[in-house]
């Protein structure tokens, strides 16, 4: 993890791969290794690691949320929300989950939706600045000037 958490993606994977030799019935493992791959690009492998952690743990909200970033950027948007969905049902109350699910909602242009979702984040979280800076942008794609103002103000 101190690899991962400075941004040595390589040395990370080396680690959690090594770990999952070690002991490949930790879901942990697997989903550290797939957001190791995403961090170093490797999508479509990050998404089978995600897919062997949820083999082993389906209740980890972390990992529907993780494997639903990794959809996301891969531009599969269906997919990113199932996760997301998940995920929330597991867990409602953590505002990443549902400023991802707005940004899901953001890439394919469906700004209503994506304004509810960040507005969702922000009754969690008041002071998520990413899902502020969102909304105001979405506001603004919507028209609603003034309050986009408000959101950046």
């Known amino acids: 993890m ?9 040395q990370s ?27 170093i690009g490797k999508l479509r492998d990050s998404l089978d690691e995600y897919d062997k952690a949820l083999e082993l743990d389906r209740t980890d909200a972390k990992i529907h949320y993780n494997r639903g970033n990794t959809n996301l950027a891969m531009g599969k948007n269906r997919d990113a929300h199932e996760d997301f969905d998940k995920a929330i049902s597991i867990t409602g109350t953590n505002s990443k989950f549902f400023h991802s699910k707005g940004l899901a909602y953001q890439d394919a242009e469906d700004y209503d939706n994506a304004i509810k979702q960040f507005e969702m984040a922000l009754d969690i979280s008041p002071e998520h600045v990413p899902s502020i800076f969102h909304l105001g942008l979405m506001q603004h794609k919507k028209g609603k000037l003034n309050d986009s103002l408000e959101s950046f103000t």
Do not use: G, M, P, V
């Open 13 to 39: 994977l080396e680690k959690f791969t090594k770990a999952i030799e070690l002991d490949n019935l930790k879901s942990t493992f697997f989903n550290n290794k797939a957001l190791a791959l995403y961090h």
């Open 2 to 10: 101190s690899f991962f958490e400075n941004q040595q993606y390589e």
